[in-house]
């Protein structure tokens, strides 16, 4: 498979260059190999993890005084390929595309087993959510309408890859579209869409800016249905809190896949060790970027029963999270 078959879809969400002067007490002699610039592979813009990956891609740059900005690509399921094949030193991934990936089954790149992309650090959990128009009248999933047309986010993505086999699972009867989450959120104003079904840390940039402009519904998994899905998909169980949107007047019921940032295997230990202690080491600022990053701490290290950790990643956890993660899940161990 040729690497220009995983070109980069879009142009470069952001990018910062800074002087070599700021290295964050990493010093130059421990820099050999480093790359001279990086990415980190997001998603749509108006998700959680083009604003996300686009912030601490940011704050690695600044701190450690490299080229680097957040890409905007189709989620999990192309950052896993751009990663392994190298052509991002960094992406962001839910367990289940990564689960897919190394088995072989991801369908950028179908036989392909993706074992190159190597897990860093914790994210937050994904959520799976859906929002209406108040004026639609949809306020549960049995009030969606036979053939209602529903967005399903990029495809390829989380949303994308699981939301549809949930609301085939529920019994519901759609018409499958897709897109980023902003263009979604136009969709559903103009009433070109019936149902956003979105599946992105919370909160979502695209819901809250729909909850500005309208009345909107989001969508609770009744106990039952919340039953039915975490019997069939490899998800958990979650409460999207009463004060992630105004809409909310209390705690909504879904469930949640983990997500993970990324890093190609082949990078310098030292350079993944480092990226790593920026991100994990000042959770107020990573919080700063994203309220999601309230779940990106060290001790969600053990979060990942997937992927073989980098080898710089492991050793910063096993050194300041006390993590017992073995050898034979460490890539080259």
Known sequence: ????????????????????????????????????????????????????????????????????????????????????????????TTMGPAAESLAGTNPIAPGLQMDMACAMFPMYQTPFSITALSSSGIGSISDIPDGARIGFGPAGSTSDTYFPRMMETLGVNFERRNGGWSDLGGQLQDGLLDVIAFAAGVPVPAVSQLEVQTDINIIEFTEEEQATILETFPVSGFEIAADTYTTLEAPARSVSMWNFAIANCDLPESFVYAVTDVVMSDNERMVNIHRAARSTVPENWDKNGVLMWHPGAARWFRENAGADIPDDMVHGG
């Open 1 to 92: 498979m040729q690497r220009t078959s995983f070109a980069r879809l879009t142009a470069v969400a952001t990018a910062v260059v800074l002087s070599a002067g700021a290295t964050a007490g990493f010093a130059q002699d421990d820099r050999e190999g480093w790359p001279e610039s990086f990415t980190v592979g997001t998603a749509s813009q108006g998700g959680t993890y083009f604003a996300y990956g686009s912030g601490w891609a940011n704050l690695v740059a600044e701190e450690l005084g490299i080229s680097g900005g957040g890409e905007v690509t189709g989620g999990p399921m192309q950052n896993m390929a751009l990663v392994h094949t190298g052509d991002a030193a960094f992406g962001m």
